[in-house]
């Protein structure tokens, strides 16, 4: 879905990344679109959706950008997450390809 910001919101992104790059030297793409929601509430657009455009809006100035630790909450990470939020299936191949003590029986057949 083509997702449609206002004037406002726009350059409110423009500025807060400009702003970033110029004091910081690297734009924190959550923390920043956390600000810009919260100064724009009343559009109610998601956080995800102003992540996308302050991501646009970044590599269109070549900006450096990084992800703060409110990140790890959207990543299924069990080493990170407690508990572990992976499927039954990925835990079961999970223990069978760790731990380099994989054993193979081969059958020998004489013919």
């Known amino acids: 879905m083509l997702r449609r910001f206002s004037s406002r919101l726009r350059d409110d992104a423009h ?7 110029r004091t910081n030297g690297i734009v924190n793409i959550i923390g920043l679109s956390e600000e810009i929601r919260l100064k724009n ?5 998601a956080r995800e959706d102003i992540e996308g455009l302050v991501m646009e809006i970044a590599q269109l ?5 990084e992800f703060d630790e409110r990140a790890l909450a ?7 997450l ?11 191949l999970d223990g069978r390809t760790s731990g380099g003590d994989i ?6 057949l004489k013919l």
């Open 74 to 80: 959207a990543l299924d990470l069990p080493e990170v």
């Open 41 to 45: 509430v009343a559009e109610n657009i």
């Open 61 to 65: 100035y070549g900006a450096p950008i």
């Open 103 to 108: 054993t193979v029986d081969v059958l020998h």
């Open 15 to 21: 500025y807060k990344v400009q702003h970033a790059l």
């Open 82 to 92: 407690w508990p572990d939020n992976r499927n039954d299936l990925e835990k079961m």
